[in-house]
Structures are given as C-alpha cells and as structure tokens.
C-alpha cells in the first residue's frame, strides 16, 4: 500500500507515506494508509488514483482484495486477481 502510494501522482515522497495494522477483526485486518496530498483542490481525484494504484499493486502481487463478505469455492474457478498482472 506504500508502495502504491509513491507510485500515484500528486502524492509526494516527503513525508514518506506509511501504513499502520489498526485491528484484528473476527474475519479480517485492518489497515491505514497514512500520505499527503500535494493539491487538496485535488483531493478526490488524488484519493481515486491512489485505489487504482493500491488494486494494481496487489493484484501485480498475485493477491486477491476480498471483503469478510466475499465467498469462494476454490475447486478450480479462476481468480479474482486480472490475468493481465
């Protein structure tokens, strides 16, 4: 995720992004992601960048974004991961 955040434009390096575990749920962790925006008058545009940056990074990872809500048969169905990763 911090990795993602370096990549995405008008996020800056300085202060480096970073990211804390804030809980461990029945189903699931949690995370923050902690980065500064260069243009808050950008904010909403930077904040979806940063998403797409953050799926394609785990996706490059080979690794899956599901919800506790999320349910798979893993008898040979394909992954949610792109096939372009």
């Keep these: 995720m911090a990795l993602a955040a370096t990549t995405t434009v008008h996020i800056p390096s300085e202060p480096e992004p ?3 575990q804030t809980a461990l749920n029945d189903y699931h962790i949690s995370y923050e992601l902690t980065a ?8 909403r545009e930077t904040l979806s960048a940063l998403l797409g940056s953050i799926e394609d990074a ?22 949610t991961v792109p096939s372009w990763s």
């Design 18 to 20: 970073f990211v804390l």
């Design 36 to 43: 500064c925006v260069e243009d808050v008058n950008r904010y």
């Design 58 to 79: 785990f996706a490059r990872a080979k690794v899956e974004i599901l919800s506790s809500m999320y349910n798979a048969v893993r008898d040979g169905n394909r992954s």
